[in-house]
């Protein structure tokens, strides 16, 4: 057990924020599972190429998407985008944030949503802006199995996921 477990029933919805390959967007599919299992809504974020790796699964409420590309839109463009995300994210009141990645991005999301509580990696290097803009932070064990790592976001926030919820929906 964790002295600083997250209150869920307070949380109401979380993001969780998977900012990586495609091929791992469907390692995190338990997390979402977990949580909706646990009374949460829960929306996610990921790059445009791995949103087809969640559309349609059952935990999930809204997916949100960043464009790999938006850069090569133009400022203008690429600025607009980004603000349409940054105020239907922030519409979503979200309670809690599970960050999966290392993104600066989602340390950002971490301080400028108003969400209560956020958890993320340790990754070193981000030094203290990283550390700050989360509440709770978990360590990334080396030739750790991804589902399991993914999963290690959520009992640093004291969910302790059974056996038959770690399983990988196809």
Known sequence: MVKD?????????ALMIKLCHA??????????????ARGVEVDALVYDDGAPQLQGHPALSQ???????WKAD????????????????KKRRYGLIVNLSEQ???AWLACTLGTRYSVAPQVPGRGWLWAK???????????RDKVELNLDAL???????????REVIP
């Open 63 to 69: 997916l949100h998407v960043v464009g790999r590309h």
């Open 133 to 143: 803009s989360f509440t709770h932070l978990f360590p990334v064990a080396a030739r």
């Open 23 to 36: 091929s791992d967007v469907p390692l995190a599919g338990p997390v979402l599972s977990v949580l909706k």
């Open 155 to 165: 009992r640093r926030i004291g969910i302790y996921p059974g056996i038959a919820e």
């Open 74 to 89: 133009g400022a203008l463009s690429r600025l607009s985008k980004e603000r349409r995300l940054f105020l239907d994210l």
């Open 5 to 13: 477990a997250v209150p869920l029933a307070e949380c109401g919805r």
């Open 104 to 106: 600066a991005r989602a």
